[in-house]
């Protein structure tokens, strides 16, 4: 460095010798031209002229000017001579000086180089490295020294970070081109120790002014944190455009400055009718003192951590929402507005408003249901005793409030009279259920006692710590069958979930969670990674082929009923449900399977197949005559006893009134007895024949019976029949002990028959319910990153100057917001269609004309600007639900609108026809209409029949669901070009006759 310094003084000096020399030259020449010009005027004599500038004559004298033309010519030549010495002595000091400032100016562009930021290589005409700064050594892992001479591709080795192929060399194609150029994305450098950098760089050629290259210069640098950084940038703004919440922001004045996508979805107001305006247009009047507030905790530079209140939207619907507000500051830290994130709790609010209920009801249940119910504390002290409990403990519910549950409680056992341990202290040390042992007393507080079987639970959240228990008791004649109900529901818990399992579209297992253990026995380490048809038998192979090609095709399996193979061998009955997984760019990348074990619903169907005969099979053999009816008396059932008794046959018998076939009356008086089985629907309890009854067949004979009459009820449900037993009365010492097994298997047969499908039906609720929830969970958390996407791509299109002024890549963003886009409303028309398919929908009377004119009002693409809708005014008031109707006539009205010819102004016309109670409501256009071969499908899932329209394919499958939910169908009568007729069949709601 001191020898750098050292030598750019001397040169220093050097330039200013040389100037300095150059100015003493130019004088005397500038002198001696004037002398010489004088003399050769004759203004100056030759020995006036100064004595330095005299020509000096030596030798000859003879050569010495005589005459004055000699003198004038040979001061001439003086004269000419100085001129051109003049002339050698400047371009000596220009070369000079021009010398010494290249020289300084190459080591300024030197240290200038060397000390930039960027990557700098200099290369010469032919391409060869002349020169790296200390940057370009740095990331190349070549020194200055090294590189030298070297070709660049040798010491600049770049390749396409996606192709992995060489990249073209930038300086080849700046001398062959002349014009600066710059590097293609996605490139690699390639250092000499192979260690790989993404860069960007240009290029650009070294010339003389307007003339030839002579070189270029390679400016290069890391782009790593560049990208980094860019990312970053990109996933925050797609976090705000996509988010699942309303994102806006104010200012001070409560103004609206910015309105993201989620917010118009929220509050259906566009951007650009919302920025500007004060945010109170989303208020409630009753909460406009919230905007106060909000605006003086922002003016002290406090947020708004969650605020739970109700926010109007644009059609006046009022949403709960729970609204986050931060303050917004400038550069020198003031506040000058706010950013708002505005959650949708609707359904939060609507599941307290669930708990609510749910707490009611359960406090009704167990003060309305048949056992004895206590509930105690952590502490064992007792807080509820239910009606039932009273009566047995003889303690009222006031009474026993606080007391420990053995004072309430007392229980012995029945053969040693030895306390028997507290079951609530059981459970709560053992934080599980326990049950009463055998022979078990309960002494009331009278001293009554009563032997009991009992259950005891924990009270938990769920995954939660015990906060109480539950004690269940009741007479031991029940236990038994308490016991059974017990262990199956306990079954249920314990085994309640749904094995779910991911895979590739080769049909390789990529997940399995813990049900799947369950039911199938393999643990997750032995069976990811293996193909799905470990789990099939070989006879159902072909299946895999089939899920494969509808899931390329992005279609699901809703629900397919079949066999798999678990780890022993053993063959499950399954349904499974299928539906597609697709990767960020929307193609289809695998499958999620939900495999339910349906053995015992198979098991139950068989089981009830078999009940059913059996009970036919007995009410057919037994000796005694069985006529069973429905519950209003008429006969649904004659066995062959009853048959050869009444004379009638069982064809003739099924549905007449039980009296017109079952003839009786009093042998004695001859006056007609009460029908039994009218008695047994009025009572609801078993009644018999009085004596001496007489039973007159249909051809005239007497017979004189006995008989008994039995309700036919769901446990713990209303009377849905009777069954009546009777036979003829001489025998009956002989047939008493036949009538009653007969009824006691029966009565068996039909409990243990409701019981059954009572369970399979609450377990078949509670796995649609699974499902519906998983499936709400799915698309939520799908819906979520495919917003993030549409946001991150606008963003990218309008903040990012390198995106901005691109216009292939605005294209590119603008496909990505299109296509998140269109998989979220595939997303929400799914979700709307599973509502529609599994939500119960009351029925109610609901004004279709008003309901009509509401969607025009409300949705602008129906609006009359955008198209002709004409509504008949005799559109009738049927039965149904508004919600599910406005879905239905929504899409319908969307369709009708939207599938015309490009240019063509839609007209729509919507009348209605009444028939047997059934009104046929007609949605007629003149669009492109449906070709014949497609109508019979139009109503399926995902069916699109033209692609230059917009749409997922699922709207018409949601009409066709929520209309046949509410009863009625729906068909399509249509000619291409000439537009279609779709129709709806609903129930016509009667009439208020006190209107």
């Known amino acids: 460095m001191k020898g750098k310094l050292m030598r750019r003084s001397l040169k220093t000096q050097s330039l200013s010798v040389g100037k300095l020399r150059l100015s003493d030259l130019e004088k005397q020449e500038r002198q001696m031209a004037e002398h010489a010009s004088s003399l050769s005027e004759g203004k100056m004599t030759y020995a006036e002229a100064p004595q330095m500038h005299r020509p000096r004559l030596h030798g000859d004298s003879s050569l010495k000017p005589r005459t004055k033309a000699q003198r004038e010519e040979r001061l001439g030549a ?70 030298k001479g070297q070709t660049l591709p040798k010491v600049f080795h770049i390749l396409n970070e996606q192709t992995r192929q060489t990249a073209e060399n930038p300086v080849e194609k700046v001398l062959r081109t002349g014009k600066v150029a710059g590097m293609a994305n996605h490139t690699l450098l390639v250092s000499k120790d192979g260690v790989e950098t993404p860069i960007g760089d240009s290029t650009a050629p070294i010339r003389h002014a307007d003339g030839p290259l002579f070189g270029a210069v390679l400016v290069f640098r890391d782009v790593t944190a560049q990208r980094r950084a860019q990312e970053a940038a990109s996933r925050l703004a797609a976090i705000i455009e996509h988010s699942g919440d309303a994102i806006i922001t104010k200012n001070l004045n409560g103004v609206i400055q910015t309105w993201n996508p989620s917010a118009e979805r929220l509050f259906g107001y566009r951007a650009e009718e919302i920025v500007g305006k004060p945010v109170t247009v989303l208020f409630p009047p009753d909460r406009l003192k919230e905007e106060d507030y909000i605006i003086g905790l922002l003016r002290q530079g406090q947020p708004v951590e969650r605020l739970e209140t109700i926010r109007v939207a644009k059609d006046g619907k009022q949403i709960p929402v729970s609204v986050s507000v931060s303050p917004m500051k400038d550069a020198d830290g003031q506040v000058i507005g706010a950013a708002k994130i505005i959650h949708d709790i609707s359904d939060v609010v609507a599941a307290r408003e669930a708990l609510l209920r749910e707490k009611q009801l359960l406090a009704t249940t167990l003060s309305s249901i048949g056992d004895a119910v206590i509930v105690t504390d952590t502490n064992g002290g007792v807080t509820f005793l239910n009606a039932e409990a009273e009566r047995l403990t003889k303690w009222s519910n006031r009474e026993a409030a606080g007391q420990p549950l053995r004072t309430v409680f007392r229980i012995v056992n029945e053969e040693t009279r030895a306390l028997v341990e507290n079951p609530v202290e059981k459970v709560l040390r053992l934080g599980d259920i326990v049950r009463l042992a055998n022979h078990t007393v309960l002494i009331a507080k009278d001293g009554t006692e009563m032997p009991i079987g009992d259950s005891a639970a924990p009270i938990r959240e769920p995954d939660g710590p015990v906060f109480g228990v539950v004690l269940v008791f009741r007479d031991v004649t029940e236990q038994h069958k308490t016991q059974q109900a017990i262990a199956r529901l306990a079954a249920i818990v314990e085994h309640s979930g749904d094995a779910m399992v991911t895979k590739n579209l080769d049909g390789v297992i990529q997940s399995w969670n813990s049900s799947a253990e369950r039911l199938f026995g393999y643990d997750a380490e032995e069976i990811v990674g293996k193909h799905v048809t470990l789990l099939f038998p070989p006879d159902r192979l072909n299946e895999e082929d089939h899920i494969i090609n509808r899931l390329r095709q992005g279609q699901p399996i809703e629900r397919l009923e079949t066999i798999r193979l678990a780890k022993d061998g053993r063959k499950i009955p399954v349904a499974v449900s299928i539906s597609p997984l697709k990767n960020a760019d929307g193609e289809i990348v695998g499958a999620s399977k939900i495999l339910h074990d349906i053995s015992e619903v198979v098991a139950a169907r068989e089981a009830l197949e078999r009940e059913k005969e059996l009970l036919a099979t007995t009410l057919a053999s037994i000796g005694d005559a069985v006529i069973v009816t429905d519950e209003e008396g008429r006969i649904t059932y004659v066995n062959a006893e009853a048959e050869r008794l009444t004379k009638w046959s069982s064809g003739d018998a099924h549905g007449q009134a039980l009296p017109k076939v079952f003839c009786i009356v009093n042998e004695e008086t001859r006056a007609p007895v009460e029908n039994p089985v009218e008695k047994v629907l009025r009572l609801g309890g078993v009644a018999g024949l009085a004596d001496h009854t007489i039973l007159i067949a249909k051809d005239g004979a007497e017979t004189p019976i006995d008989d008994s009459a039995a309700p036919i009820r769901r446990p713990g449900g209303p009377l849905f029949g009777a069954v009546l037993v009777f036979r003829d009365f001489t025998e009956r010492k002989k047939a008493e002990e036949i009538l009653r097994d007969a009824q006691q298997k029966l009565s068996q047969h039909a409990a243990e028959l409701e019981e059954t499908v009572a369970e399979r039906t609450a377990k078949l609720k509670e796995t649609v319910n699974d499902l519906e929830s998983f499936s709400y969970s799915i698309a939520h958390d799908m819906r979520a990153p495919l917003r993030a996407m549409g946001m991150f791509a606008r963003l990218l299109k309008d903040k990012v100057p390198a995106i901005s002024t691109s216009p292939e890549a605005r294209v590119y963003c603008e496909k990505i917001v299109i296509g998140a886009a269109r998989l979220d409303n595939l997303i929400n028309d799914a979700l709307n269609f599973t509502k529609a398919a599994l939500k119960e929908s009351p029925l109610q009377q609901v004004d279709l004309l008003k309901l009509v004119h509401g969607l025009l009002d409300t949705y602008p693409n129906l609006q009359s600007g955008t198209a002709d809708i004409q509504i008949e005014e005799n559109l009738p008031i049927v039965l149904g639900n508004e919600s599910l109707l406005t879905q239905c006539f929504s899409n319908l009205l969307g369709n009708a609108v939207k599938f015309v010819a490009p240019g063509v102004h839609p007209k729509v016309r919507v009348r209605s026809e009444i028939k047997d109670g059934f009104a046929r409501i007609w949605v007629e256009d003149k669009g492109i209409g449906i070709p014949k071969h497609a109508q019979s499908r139009v109503f399926a899932m995902f069916q699109k029949l033209d692609d230059r329209y917009e749409g997922t394919g699922i709207g018409l499958a949601i009409v066709r669901k929520v209309v046949e939910r509410m009863g009625g169908i729906v068909g399509v009568e249509s000619e291409p070009d000439q537009g279609s007729r779709f129709w709806v069949d609903l129930r016509v709601a009667p009439k208020n006759e006190n209107a």
Do not use: C, M, Q
């Open 78 to 147: 003086i004269h000419a001579t100085h001129l051109a010495r003049r002339r050698r002595v400047n371009e000596a000091a220009k070369r000079k000086y021009a010398e010494g400032e290249l020289v300084k100016a190459h080591d300024l562009l030197a240290a200038t180089v060397a000390s930039i930021g960027d990557a700098v290589i200099l290369t010469d005409e032919n391409g060869n490295v002349t020169f790296l700064n200390p940057e370009a050594e740095r990331l190349s892992g070549w020194k200055d020294s090294e590189a």
